[in-house]
């Protein structure tokens, strides 16, 4: 296990072509150290040390935009957005929107019927976050008997627990950072949720800690009675950079008066009474 190309194969200029089977070989040799030695392996060993390529949506984010947090989705306002649906189309949760601007992230959840009529049911959204410079980090989730791996380290948590939440009002997800070996700390963050015929939620850079040029990760699981009924997206995490306002200095600002068209010195404005002003 302490060969050099064993490590050599997890370096991102490095392709074997099959790093999962590397990935898996390797894994599978460290564990065998420990069992040799009478030890229990760790449980990190029980999942891939590859980090996840990112998801890949079924409609790419196009542009910046900042979408009401209200519960509902106005015309258009969600357009520039990208969106990810789960393998199963019979799944609860039906598509999950992310929004990008320089203030946050903004998410919404689609449902196979209207969100509010989930209220009072045993049914919890979670969603996970990653990113730069966030320590210390949970590497697992734990909902029920099982660990989960989701590929990236977690600092955060945000819970909306349905079985509790309000009914017409704006309800109040629990914010969580994590403390390390799985532990999870309460964090005095207020998020804006809105719950409706959707459930849209903001999510805000500067109170989370990251900063323009960060690579946030996320991934939304869906509980019912404390079990995992649904990761999403399913096949790697949601991967936004957070994005940088335009900088620099200005290097020339020319104005343009009304009415000097003149062109060549000989172009004069129609004078006839059709051409009124707007036309």
């Known amino acids: 296990a302490q060969g050099s190309d064993w490590f050599w194969w997890y370096g991102d200029d490095q392709d074997s072509g099959n790093d999962e089977a590397f990935d898996a070989l390797f894994r599978a040799h460290v564990r065998g150290v420990y069992e040799s030695l009478g030890l229990l392996p760790p449980l990190r060993l029980s999942f ?8 890949v949506p079924r409609r790419e984010l196009t542009g910046l935009s900042s979408p009401i947090i209200d519960g509902w989705a ?3 306002e969600w357009e520039e957005t990208a969106f990810y649906q789960p393998a199963e189309p019979d799944s609860l949760l039906k ?3 992310t929004a990008l601007d320089y203030e946050g992230l903004s998410l919404r959840f689609d449902w196979q019927k209207e969100a509010r009529a989930l209220v009072g049911e045993a049914f919890e959204l979670v969603i996970y976050l990653g990113g730069s410079g966030l320590t210390p980090a949970n590497e697992w989730i734990k909902h029920g008997a099982e660990e989960t791996f989701l590929g990236f380290p977690l600092g955060y948590k945000i819970s909306l627990d349905l079985a509790t ?3 017409g009002v704006r309800p109040e997800p629990k914010v969580w950072q994590a403390a390390g070996d799985g532990k999870w700390q309460k964090a005095k963050i207020e998020l804006l949720v809105g719950l409706g ?8 850079f500067a109170e989370l800690g990251y900063e323009p040029g960060d690579a946030v990760r996320l991934v939304a699981v869906l509980l019912q009675d404390g079990e995992i009924i649904e990761i999403l997206p399913a096949g790697g995490p949601v ?3 957070v994005p940088r306002a335009t900088e620099g200095s200005l290097a020339f600002l020319m104005k343009d008066p009304v009415g000097d068209d003149y062109g060549p010195g000989s172009y004069v ?4 009474e059709v051409f009124a002003p707007g036309v």
Request: proline residues 19%; aromatic residues 12%.
């Open 74 to 76: 106005d015309y258009k």
């Open 269 to 272: 404005y129609p004078t006839s």
């Open 165 to 167: 939440a309000p009914s």
């Open 197 to 204: 015929g959707i459930i849209e939620m903001q999510i805000p």
């Open 239 to 241: 991967v936004r950079q």
């Open 48 to 55: 891939p040390l590859l980090t996840p390529k990112p998801a």
């Open 95 to 97: 598509a999950f929107y």
